[in-house]
């Protein structure tokens, strides 16, 4: 039970360039989610999922897309990388909509120069 | 909109004091308040929680209380240790599809 995943660990990009974060979860949770933590700062949401095939808009979607195709995976993708974007991504999961704990993965640090 | 208030943002203890950090929520219905524990270059982990249901719950060093009245809650680390040293997120849930975290307490434990 490996818990919530995240590849790649480390990624650098160039402005404009686009990439996919992968996020796997084994635990068959309905809900996932993506945040983003920039230095010294909290955690924002920036899109959810509340079952498969689902998506929804977090706080901060600008700039970001996602899909559910499984429910065990959530992608985020970034089709035109800013420097603004810059940050550290974590990918979390619940089981249902009833009270529950978030699991969090280990984390992607992405810098876009 | 939803929100949580934490405090402080920063806190200093000399190791075996305790230390407090206090969190405010504005959403009435909120009935589940988790803690994360963040330690550097790691991911958010779940360190206590409690329910609307319950005043306090400890758990041998931590304790959380809760006053629904005044929508506060508060995390109490006792005996601080330097490995408790990290970031600390209250967070409110309403048992919806979103958790509200706060901007989060960077402890320091000085040896």
Sequence with gaps: NAGVTQTPKFRVLKTGQSMTLLCAQDMNHEYMYWYRQDPGMGLRLIH????????AKGEV??????SRLKKQNFLLGLESAAPSQTSVYFCASKASRTIDTQYFGPGTRLTVL | GENVEQ???TLSVQEGDSAV??????????N???W????????????????????????????????KTAKHFSLHI???????????FCAADTGGF?????????LFVKA
């Design chain 1, 48 to 55: 959810y999922s509340v079952g498969e095939g689902t998506t």
């Design chain 1, 61 to 66: 979607p600008d700039g970001y897309n996602v």
């Design chain 2, 7 to 9: 405090h402080p943002s």
């Design chain 2, 21 to 30: 950090i206090k969190c405010t929520y504005s959403d009435s219905a909120s």
């Design chain 2, 32 to 34: 589940y308040f988790p």
């Design chain 2, 36 to 67: 994360y524990k963040q330690e550097l270059g790691k991911r958010p982990q779940l360190i206590i929680d409690i329910r609307s249901n319950v005043g306090e719950k400890k758990d041998q060093r931590i304790a959380v209380t809760l006053n």
């Design chain 2, 78 to 88: 006792t005996e601080t240790q330097p490995e408790d040293s990290a970031v600390y």
């Design chain 2, 98 to 106: 979103k958790t509200i975290f706060g901007a989060g307490t960077r």
